[in-house]
């Protein structure tokens, strides 16, 4: 009876698709913390350019392998490096040793 039943309710056959969420890069504060010191410690532009596409490259094949489509990768990836950039002006402002929020004045 039991195995009846099943046949005439599909809904008990029904399987959820899968969906794979990865954790945002933006939320990776150890990686972005790592990539802002790492950027501001390049001698030249063209060094931390060099960089920035050696990470972006990591980050893509990393969340292509993971199945996340290529629109949420450019989000993603857009995230990441405007929270890096933050985090430099941080790095930089915490470096002046003027912590004053009131300024120089």
Not at 28 to 36: F, L, S
Not at 68 to 94: S, T
Request: proline share 6%.
């Amino acid at each position: 009876m039991s195995d009846m039943m099943h046949r005439d309710l599909p809904l008990f056959a029904w399987q959820p698709p899968c969906k794979v969420i990865a954790f945002p890069l933006v939320h990776r504060v150890g990686k972005v913390r790592d990539v802002a010191r790492k950027m501001i410690d390049k001698s030249t532009d063209r060094h931390a350019a060099f960089y920035q596409r050696q990470v972006t490259e990591a980050l893509v094949a990393h969340l292509e392998r993971l199945g996340i489509p290529e629109a949420q990768q450019d989000e993603q990836i857009v995230a990441f490096w405007r929270k890096v950039e933050n985090e430099m002006a941080r790095l930089c402002y915490r470096g002046t040793g003027n912590n004053d929020p009131r300024g120089a004045a």
